[in-house]
């Protein structure tokens, strides 16, 4: 069965790249511009993994982790953060809110890829992280 990414980006070029180098792979991407709007999508499809841009306007990245992981029904959800390598303790702020792990920004499309599959194996207990 296809594995199905939620990815919460308000950038739309981001988002453009990112869906544009997943379904490459074979993923089903669905796409959410805000924090609120992604928490419902996570709720109505359970998707296989979450990409989470921190920078969002209104509720950021770190509240949509802490959200998400207080929701018995989603918190087994894996979250990778999407953040910029410039925002010091941004990382340690995403992983202490309760994201699995996190890819910098710029995305890089030769690695992008590699790094989401990565996750969806430490997901499935295939790798250790
Ligand atoms: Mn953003």
Excluded: W
């Amino acid at each position: 069965m296809k594995k199905t990414i939620l990815l919460i980006e308000d950038n739309p070029q981001n988002r453009y790249l990112v869906q544009f180098l997943l379904e490459q792979r074979g993923y089903e991407i669905l796409q959410a511009e805000t924090g609120p709007q992604g928490l419902k999508l996570a709720a109505n499809h359970h998707p296989d993994l979450i990409l989470l841009d921190i920078q969002l306007p209104g509720m950021d990245g770190h509240a949509v982790a802490y959200a998400l992981k207080s929701d018995p029904q989603l918190k087994a959800i894996p979250i990778v953060a999407v953040t910029s390598y410039a925002m010091v303790g941004d990382r340690e702020k995403c992983l202490a809110a309760g994201a699995e792990g996190y890819i910098e920004k710029p995305i890089d499309p030769e690695s992008f890829g590699d790094e989401v599959e990565r996750f969806l194996r430490v997901a499935q207990g295939d790798v250790t992280p």
